[in-house]
């Protein structure tokens, strides 16, 4: 598959497109409540900040089970990166949650390092951004 040419139209679109998105809203979850699926369930147990390049950064930790699959069984701990939060629980959510802003991690060293973070205190756990 080809890519497009630099400064193509659909480049520029896609690049205004990514920055339109700098602020997302995250609607926390409810702790050590099992959500279930078809195959098994996860559960957050943890939601954290931590501290990196002087900006608070928001962390849901959890782990997953699978035992309900037709392949096999197994599970794993997780912890996803929600963003830096730039707004902490100002609203509630339809679901009477709170709601705050953040602003996704983007930049690969970034993620790097506070995916080191995570793993000296998680060295097991998963390390999702979303």
């Known amino acids: 598959m080809r890519s497009l040419p630099r400064g193509h139209p659909a480049t520029r679109s896609a690049k205004r497109f990514q920055e ?5 809203e995250y609607v926390h979850k409810r702790l050590n409540e099992a959500v279930e ?4 369930y996860y559960v957050i147990d943890k939601e954290a900040i931590i501290l990196h ?3 608070q950064v928001l962390v ?3 782990c997953a089970v699978i035992d309900n699959a037709c392949c096999g069984a197994g599970g794993f701990r997780y912890a996803n990166i929600v963003g ?7 609203r509630m959510g339809k679901e009477g949650s709170p709601v705050s802003e ?3 991690v983007r930049e690969e060293e970034a993620r790097r390092e506070i995916q080191e973070r995570i793993r000296e205190v998680e060295p097991y756990c998963q390390v999702n951004f979303f």
Request: charged share 25%; no cysteine; aromatic share 20%.
């Open 20 to 24: 339109s998105w700098a602020f997302v």
């Open 37 to 40: 699926s078809i195959s098994g």
């Open 53 to 55: 390049d002087r900006r």
């Open 60 to 62: 849901e930790f959890g």
């Open 84 to 90: 830096y939060v730039t707004t902490w629980r100002t």
């Open 102 to 104: 953040v602003e996704p």
